[in-house]
């Protein structure tokens, strides 16, 4: 703690990042105790400008945010907070404190081969956090673990089923389906792609 800079009213910026989706939060303010007191509790403690006060994130909404891991950038002087939200970020109930130009900003993907396996991410972490009725997700993580692993049970087996007939229109849509299930599982246990993904990397660099 003794690298950072704190600017003139002793504050520092921090950017609060979903460890599991990559997507930005939101951004706020940790004084010297902030910070020791997210340091020391694995939680989220900001300062208020505005009412000049220490504030624990969802002491009082229940929107906790648990702290992976900090980081600070090159001049000390900002912190990036990776985190394991607990729902929705935003005082309005989103999941996210930052809106897209798309009004639903669900829509908008890159042109890059596997950005729509980064979009799907951000968009399962979305509807968990903020749980919209009538989404198929919501469902998914309001039922549970036990459902959410039986459509993946279910999905695998379909996978089988179409490769073994040799279709392969069939075979694309229930591979898209496992996969979706698939990082639907990984939210609900808080397990980020990028760790399996390492594994991948671990096993080909051996």
């Avoid at 001049?75 to 996210?96: I, N, R």
């Avoid at 809106?99 to 081969?113: C, I």
């Amino acid at each position: 703690m003794n690298e950072i800079k704190f600017d003139e009213q002793g504050l520092v910026p921090a950017v609060i990042q979903d460890a599991g989706s990559k997507e930005v939060l939101m951004v706020a303010y940790m004084n010297e105790e902030a910070l020791k007191k997210s340091i020391e509790t694995k939680q989220t403690w900001f300062y208020s400008r505005s009412r000049q006060e220490l504030w624990h994130k969802g002491a009082t909404s229940g929107n906790k945010q648990d702290i992976v891991e900090i980081k600070y950038d090159c001049d000390k002087d900002t912190l990036l907070v990776l985190v394991t939200p607990q729902g929705p970020a935003c005082h309005e109930g989103t999941y996210s404190c930052f809106r897209s130009q798309d009004s639903e900003g669900e829509n908008q993907l890159g042109t890059e081969r596997y950005d729509i396996i980064n979009h799907l991410e951000a968009v399962i972490a979305k509807r968990d956090a903020e749980r919209p009725d009538g989404a198929y997700t919501t469902y998914l993580f309001e039922e549970g673990v036990d459902k959410i692993l039986k459509k993946v049970g279910e999905e695998a087996a379909e996978v089988i089923i179409a490769a073994k007939n040799r279709d392969h229109n069939e075979l694309k849509w229930e591979v898209a389906d496992l996969i979706y299930h698939v990082l639907v599982l990984l939210r609900e246990q808080n397990l980020p792609l990028d760790d399996v993904l390492a594994v991948l990397t671990e096993r080909h660099q051996s």
